[in-house]
């Protein structure tokens, strides 16, 4: 028995958190929190974020970038050797795979197009995004959510005039729900996201065996309030 801790969107809060016992981390991405573009500030917290990491006692740790993270779209190389230089148990995933302890996890920072920010793909082109995983990933660390998980978000241009009461609506990835729901041969034991604050929380599906989860730390005002979550896998 292997325990995941699930963290998503620290934006340069990292040191906030009360981390638990566990063998993995895994983060969705998010880590700094920078006027968009600056690389120079994103640097100086990614510098920090390396340095926390390594005062951490997991096994092993991965990474993905999010929508936040221009540094790893724009000079991947550089944000790559910042991050793991001083930590050999850091490992940064980009549509690429690590095998721990035979449990294979498969690393996707792209996400539906969101106001041109990093890694934004467009939602049609989101499936080409998603047919690249392979057929025996066990788990998927990724940034935005799958449609129907976690992925809820406030729309205040639809107020409901009648009621005076905002409109709802789901954000997430159709196309990466298709690919969590078909994988019957091979379910997927996890898949941990962020992107949406708002959209903390857990959910399993039994038949599959498959745990969801949106780790998102921080709420929509940018405030540590969620606690990392803790996954156990066999």
């Known amino acids: 028995m292997k325990s995941f801790v699930c963290i998503s969107d620290t934006h340069s ?3 906030e958190l009360e981390m638990p016992f566990g063998n993995v981390l895994l983060h969705s991405g998010d880590i700094s929190y920078a006027r968009k573009g600056d690389l120079l500030e ?9 340095e926390w990491l390594g005062e951490l006692p997991y096994d092993h740790i991965v990474v993905i970038a999010g929508n936040h993270d221009f540094l790893f779209e724009k000079e991947e190389e550089e944000a790559v050797e910042i991050l793991t230089q001083h930590n050999p148990n850091v ?3 980009n549509q690429t795979s690590i095998t721990i302890d035979d449990i294979k996890i498969y690393g996707e920072p792209r996400q539906p ?13 989101m499936k080409h995004v998603w047919d690249m995983v392979p057929d025996d990933v066990d788990i998927i660390v990724t940034h935005g959510p799958p449609h129907g998980y976690g992925d809820v978000v406030e729309n205040n241009a639809s ?3 009648f009621s005076n009461h905002n409109q709802f609506e789901r954000v997430g990835c159709k196309h990466a729900r298709r690919l ?3 994988r019957i041969e091979h379910p997927l034991k996890l898949v941990t996201f962020g992107h949406i604050h708002e959209g903390y929380g857990q959910w399993y599906k039994p038949q599959a065996g498959t745990h969801l989860v949106n780790a998102s730390v921080v709420n929509r005002r940018y405030n540590v309030v969620n606690k990392p979550v803790v996954i156990e896998i066999d």
């Open 13 to 15: 809060k990292h040191r």
């Open 42 to 50: 994103e640097r100086k917290q990614l510098i920090d974020f390396s």
């Open 91 to 93: 490992h940064y995933l």
């Open 113 to 125: 197009e969101f106001y041109n920010w990093a890694f934004n793909v467009s939602r049609n082109s």
């Open 159 to 161: 107020m409901d005039i």
């Open 180 to 182: 969590i729901d078909s």
